[in-house]
Nanobody, 120 residues
Framework: QVQLVESGGGLVQTGGSLRLSCTASGRTFSPYVMAWFRRAPGKGRDFVAQ????????DYAVSVKGRFTLSRDSAKNTVYLQMNSLKPEDTAVYYC?????????????WGQGTQVTVSS
């Protein structure tokens, strides 16, 4: 069974940078799409960014476009979320997700989350 493990979260000042990693472990991993979501305190889960695993095309939420960059290393079964120019409103638990079944919409595998805190 595939597991997603996130890392790289932490505390950073406004304007700083962090890089989140999400690595898949377990059986052979070949998702269709990988994505990051986040949940801020007291709010729902929001889409952040996604990447097509085979082609590498990306899509971003308007709130992070131009500041965040999503990339993948297929050989390492890992996706990276480079977050620059961080703002206090980026504070949230960030979750990695994978869509592995083309016949089922949505993401079927989720990580445990990593906390990102941006101080003002």
């Amino acid at each position: 069974q595939v597991q997603l493990v996130e890392s790289g979260g932490g505390l950073v000042q406004t304007g700083g940078s962090l890089r989140l990693s999400c690595t898949a472990s377990g059986r052979t991993f070949s998702p269709y799409v990988m994505a990051w979501f986040r949940r801020a305190p007291g709010k729902g889960r929001d889409f952040v960014a996604q990447i097509n695993w085979s082609g590498g095309s990306t899509d971003y939420a308007v709130s992070v476009k131009g500041r965040f960059t999503l990339s993948r290393d297929s050989a390492k079964n890992t996706v990276y979320l480079q977050m620059n120019s961080l703002k206090p409103e980026d504070t949230a638990v960030y979750y990695c997700a994978a869509r592995t079944r083309i016949t089922v919409p949505g993401y079927d595998i989720w990580g445990q989350g990593t906390q990102v805190t941006v101080s003002s």
